[in-house]
């Protein structure tokens, strides 16, 4: 049995060792979901190849979480169906596959998790090549990747939800992704508040962790995304105006309709120029994070319906 089991575990033996051995050149998250990251039919309406370019404000917070970035906690406060689940795909991916370690990905709680999983993970792990040869290249078993765990080249991916603190006190990552931040409880019946639990999950990897939370704001005043987006650079992204190029952020106050309710258009806050609809695609892929707390070692950033392309 030895004799025909080294055969079988060699071409297994082989990705692993190529893998390892293989020199890694320096990339960015967007520069590898450039070359690797691709699209699901079953979660986006432009399935395919992935291209930065068509999506230039997620760049920043990508970018911000690449194995060379200094940026350890990033804050993503968007609205709903503006791209944060997609940068949280495109972190997690390059997590896999460029920079392997422990990874927790957190949920508010068992329904949450069950549709990410089913609507988010899986599709991904069908199309994603170089995902799938992380997960494929460290086992002979199925059994070795569960629903909620994934066991993969350098590292595990742990799916979690905040639903006891024995969920989360058990496991120790590097990298952790707390999505829907504000349907978190504010503390579990033991009295625990579970995003400190959750933090406390990557002690042991004080200056090298990465972690990510992203949510749509949910009541002023209440709102966990916007008390850490308080705490953070609180960047916001500036467009230029296409008559006079001053940059500026897109605040609903500058919105105009016609009488009739009809026709709406942006009034630039230096020139006062008519900014019709047709220019939002140009000036967004012309745009710059401006941070009001560039002190912050948290880099958070936040955005409005008027970004939607």
Known sequence: MTALAIPAAAPVLGRVLARSLQPRRPMSVSQWCDEEMVLSSKTSGKP?????SN????????????ARSPVQDVVCMFPIQFGKSQIASNVLAYWMDYAPAPIMYALPGEASL???IAQKLNPMLEV????????????????????????????QLYVEHAGSPQRLKSTTVKYLIVDELDEFAASLGSGDDPVAMLEGRTSSF???????YISTPTIEGLSRIAE?????????LHVPCPHCEHYQPLEWSGLHWSAD?????????????????????DMIAAGRWVARNPESPILGVTSNCLYYQ
Not at 228 to 236: G, I, N, P, V
Request: charged fraction near 25%; charge should be positive.
């Open 55 to 66: 999506n230039p404000p997620l760049q920043l917070p990508m970018d911000a979480l690449s």
């Open 114 to 116: 069950n549709k990410w």
């Open 228 to 236: 850490l987006y308080a705490k953070s650079t609180r960047s916001q």
């Open 128 to 155: 994603v090549p170089a995902v799938r040869r992380a997960l494929t290249s460290t086992a002979t078993r199925d059994s070795a990747n569960q629903r909620t765990f994934k066991d993969f080249a350098g590292g």
């Open 261 to 281: 309710a009809k026709h709406a258009w942006y009034a630039c806050r230096e020139c006062g120029a008519c900014i019709e609809e047709s220019h939002k695609t």
């Open 206 to 212: 004080p200056s090298t962790y990465k972690r990510l």
């Open 48 to 52: 395919g190849r992935w291209r930065t």
